[in-house]
């Protein structure tokens, strides 16, 4: 069942004839289906709350004289009644989930007139704190019914309007409440098609807010200039702990500036700017960034067009940052000499706070392995995402094969060599290891046998010398 035949049953036309004062917000007419939660949800909001009628609304939300003829009204009869005076559905999730703190209406097919009926009921509700209308279809009619109800609202403090076609009005609009804020604290915008001109909007807003903690502009339609001007907000916001600028267009002058504001920022945690193509152009002056930023713990460059060369300059800073915990490097051209570049630099970093990196569409061999092992050795929390082919994994198994023979028969590695060594130079050869290896019918192929072989005779000398190894027993 779709979102308009469930919420087509809340109404019946009896109801839209019966008198305004005579409403019983109770009545299982009007409440959603199974509504055992409504009774209970319209109580709990109705406690302490005055709403207007809605009987005089026409194109704002409050008339001149509403404040004298406000009325003690449940949500749900405030809703129901401002449908019927939009001629809108009810969403029965609404109504079914009244007294919650999170509402989320994402992808119902709300409309401007939907969004108005919204915006009278939530006025003055102070139940609700996060209010998700995500792909709703609300535009920019349905959105200045929105940011009007947040004048008087005091407890929304998180807000989606990700992907319902606002263009430069909707940021207009928007960014209008924001300069007025003091409560919204997370607003997500992906999506809405803003462009350059938009971005002026937001650093004119946002410049020096210290409200809003969470950002999300992903999905648009940014390019440099926008980048520039959202980076120079960067550089003065005292508050964003959280921005997303992920999949837009900023590539060239806009990451240099937005590097350049993260050098300043000192409250910015996490920055999303995956999927903007910038390679070298913006991993040179992040790279820089790094050097003095001591707040970000999240930098995710997914898909940039990053290779090898532009991990070096990334490194450049991770060589001494000592606050970023999380890399998200996957989707970029880089190789593993680009991958080793960068488990090599955290490693030497002792103050590095680097915990989790994400390579996963990088395919790496053992030496890779075998350094992150190392790695581990000084950081046991590493958690790095990295793509192996079928034969690494079966070759980085021959040393287990190897100690797993000697263990089932207790019996010890440095006892094999030493019966190999019938000289006690404490070395062999790798012909002799071999042949041992095969006549004592331990379970590698060839492929293995060559890999353990390189992994014991690192300078190829075609000798083993297996003082080394005596921890491996």
Same mark, same amino acid.
């Given at each position: 069942?779709?979102?308009? !035949? !469930?919420? =087509? *049953? &809340?109404v019946r036309p009896e109801e839209e004839e019966a008198e305004a004062g005579k409403q019983n917000p109770s009545d299982q007419s009007v409440l959603p289906t199974g509504g055992q939660g409504g009774t209970e949800d319209q109580e709990g909001c109705s406690q302490g709350q005055e709403q207007d009628s809605a009987e005089e609304w026409e194109t704002d939300l409050e008339t001149e004289d509403a404040t004298d003829r406000r009325q003690n009204m449940s949500c749900a009869? #405030?809703? @129901?009644?401002a449908c019927r005076r939009t001629g809108t559905t009810p969403i029965s999730s609404f109504l079914r989930h009244l007294g919650e703190a999170n509402l989320n209406l994402n992808h119902y097919g709300v409309g401007p007139l939907g969004a108005k009926a919204l915006a009278i009921a939530l006025q003055n509700n102070n139940c609700i704190t996060n209010l998700e209308l995500e792909d709703c279809l609300l535009k920019v009619e349905g959105t200045r019914y929105l940011m009007e109800m947040l004048q008087t609202n005091i407890t929304i403090q998180s807000l989606n309007l990700s992907t319902n076609q606002l263009h430069l009005e909707g940021a207009e609009i928007i960014c209008k409440m924001l300069s007025d804020n003091y409560y919204i604290k997370s607003i997500k915008l992906a999506g809405n098609d803003f462009d350059d001109s938009a971005a002026k909007y937001f650093v004119d807003a946002l410049k020096v807010d210290y409200v809003i903690k969470e950002l999300d502009l992903s999905h648009n339609k940014f390019c440099d200039t926008g980048g520039e001007h959202l980076g120079q907000m960067l550089a003065t916001n005292v508050g964003i702990e959280v921005l997303n600028l992920s999949w837009n267009y900023i590539r060239m002058k806009g *990451?240099? #500036? @937005? *590097?350049? =504001? &993260?050098? #300043?920022?000192?409250? @910015?945690k996490e920055l999303h700017l995956a999927g903007n193509g910038f390679c070298h152009i913006g991993a040179e002056p992040l790279g820089q960034a790094l050097k003095q930023n001591s707040t970000l713990e999240l930098l995710d460059l997914s898909c940039n067009r990053i290779y090898d060369e532009d991990v070096s300059l990334l490194c450049q800073g991770l060589a001494t940052n000592h606050t970023l915990r999380v890399l998200k490097l996957s989707q970029n051209p880089m190789t593993e000499a680009g991958a080793l570049t960068l488990i090599e630099t955290v490693k030497n970093n002792t103050k590095s706070a680097v915990e989790k990196i994400d390579i996963s569409t990088v395919f790496v061999s053992e030496a890779? #392995? !075998?350094? &992150? !092992?190392e790695a581990r050795t000084r950081r046991p929390a590493l958690d790095v995402r990295y793509s192996v082919m079928t034969s690494t994994t079966r070759n980085l198994a021959a040393l287990q094969i190897f100690q797993k023979f000697f263990k089932e028969r207790n019996e010890s590695i440095m006892d094999f060599f030493q019966a190999l060594d019938k000289e006690g130079t404490m070395k062999v050869s790798t012909a002799a290891f071999r042949k041992a290896v095969k006549a004592a019918n331990i379970p590698l192929d060839q492929r293995q046998l060559n890999w353990l072989v390189k992994k014991f005779d690192k300078t190829c000398t075609a000798t083993i010398i297996y003082s080394q190894f005596a921890e491996l027993s």
């Open positions: 069942m779709d979102h308009s !035949e !469930e919420d =087509g *049953a &809340l009869e #405030v809703y @129901l009644r *990451a240099v #500036v @937005l *590097a350049a =504001g &993260l050098k #300043v920022n000192s409250t @910015l890779f #392995v !075998e350094l &992150l !092992e």
